[in-house]
């Protein structure tokens, strides 16, 4: 399977960067995750928005292949190699700051930004969305910049391996007494007919699922507000559910070991799972160039 990077297609085993990338030493640097269905990539233009948004408030040069034609191309070409343009699978894009002597402070101007991109297949986890998933809540350390999607993962990871050791899917990250998001997904709660989820601000990441989920929500008539849910609400909920480009909707049965709702996947998360679905395979087709 091929990788690209910087400017060329090269095998995955030999794609190699400097110990001094300032990704690798800093984590200073961005990603993105695109859901790819049958060779399409959904929300295309909302992934590349926020990768460039980015860029822009991390101050990165900002490279020639962050457009919307240049990824399209890009994920055609890696789809193509590892014969994935059927089915599912997932494109990976990352921009680090590139390559320079470690100091703190940004390298020279000119320095080239570091560009990965992958592929991957994907098998959504089907049977999971009619059980429901568990999760357990874990304290939210992060920074007050988790609207930026940054590759410095280490709180998420951190997280969401507690869930892994607890045998639970995610965890649900609380920060003040309010629950902002999961590791690597959105959350949601319906209380009273209403879907709750954490305004996009500084303390969560604006999921490109989590809009599509909201304008699906408006369309089915569902009333949204973006207000959080507290840990203290949370156990009286109605329905729960995560959003993600690798989640979709997934609803939560399970927090913590209490049950939430009713112990099964809800009306609302299911009507929305549905939606989302539709939504998906109407993604349209890229085209090889
Ligand atoms: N993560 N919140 C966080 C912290 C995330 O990392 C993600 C996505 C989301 C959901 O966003 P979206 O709907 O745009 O995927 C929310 C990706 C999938 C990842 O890190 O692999």
Do not use: V
């Given at each position: 399977m091929s990788v690209y990077l910087n400017g060329s297609y090269v095998p995955r085993e030999s794609a190699t960067v400097s110990v001094l990338d300032r990704g690798f030493v800093f984590g200073d640097g961005i990603y993105e995750v695109w859901r790819v269905v049958r060779g399409g990539l959904f929300e295309h233009e909302r992934h590349v928005r926020r990768l460039v948004e980015g860029a822009e408030a991390l101050r990165l040069?900002?490279?020639?292949?962050?457009?919307r034609r240049a990824l399209e191309t890009m994920a055609a070409r890696l789809l193509a190699d590892a014969g994935l343009q059927a089915g599912e699978a997932t494109f990976y894009v990352q921009v680090t700051r590139g390559v320079a002597p470690r100091t703190h402070h940004f390298p020279p101007e000119g320095t080239p930004p570091t560009v990965f991109a992958m592929v991957n297949p994907f098998s959504p986890p089907e049977a999971l969305r009619v059980s429901g998933a568990t999760a357990v809540t874990v304290p939210d350390v992060r920074w007050h910049r988790c609207n930026v999607k940054t590759i410095q993962l280490l709180p998420n990871a951190m997280a969401k391996q507690q869930a892994q050791e607890r045998g639970a899917l995610e965890a649900v990250l609380v920060r003040d007494g309010v629950v902002t998001e999961g590791s690597h997904t959105n959350v949601m709660a319906v209380v009273g007919g209403t879907i709750r989820t954490h305004p996009?601000?500084?303390?969560?990441?604006?999921g490109v699922t989590r809009a599509v989920v909201l304008e699906l929500a408006a369309e089915l008539g569902i009333a949204v507000e973006e207000r959080p849910v507290t840990l203290d609400e949370l156990w009286g909920v109605d329905e729960l559910f995560l959003t993600g480009t690798t989640t979709d909707v997934m609803p939560l049965v399970r927090v913590d070991d209490r049950v939430i709702g009713g112990g099964t996947s809800g009306p609302v998360s299911r009507a929305l799972i549905a939606a989302l679905h539709a939504r998906m395979d109407a993604t349209p087709v890229s085209k090889i160039e």
């Open positions: 040069t900002r490279p020639a292949e962050l457009s996009a601000n500084e303390l969560i990441l604006a």
